[in-house]
Structure formats: C-alpha cells, structure tokens
C-alpha cells in the first residue's frame, strides 16, 4: 500500500471509532434522560406501577 492508502485506510477507522463512540453516548446519554424522566414521573406519582 502507498502512504496515500494508507493514511485514507486510517481516517476511516478514525471515522469509524468516532461514530462508535457518539452512538454509545447517545445511547448512555438518553438512558440517563430516561431515567430522570421516571424518577421524577414516579416522585410525582404519575408513573403507573
């Protein structure tokens, strides 16, 4: 492989690891939103049970 190759083939697993990890925060991050959500439905005895 040229260095040209090369340096394409590491941008995109750079690219790759990036959206990686933006989709697991996202994930975490809409847990989290999720989760105070039903804290705060349940402290206020709107969440059915």
Not at 16 to 27: P, T, V
Request: net charge negative; aromatic share 4%; no cysteine.
């Amino acid at each position: 492989m040229n260095e040209k190759a090369v340096n394409l083939r590491v941008n995109q697993l750079l690219l790759d690891r990036i959206q990686e990890a933006e989709n697991s925060f996202n994930l975490t991050k809409s847990e989290i939103i999720r989760t105070d959500l039903e804290q705060w439905l349940d402290q206020n005895h709107i969440l059915s049970k």
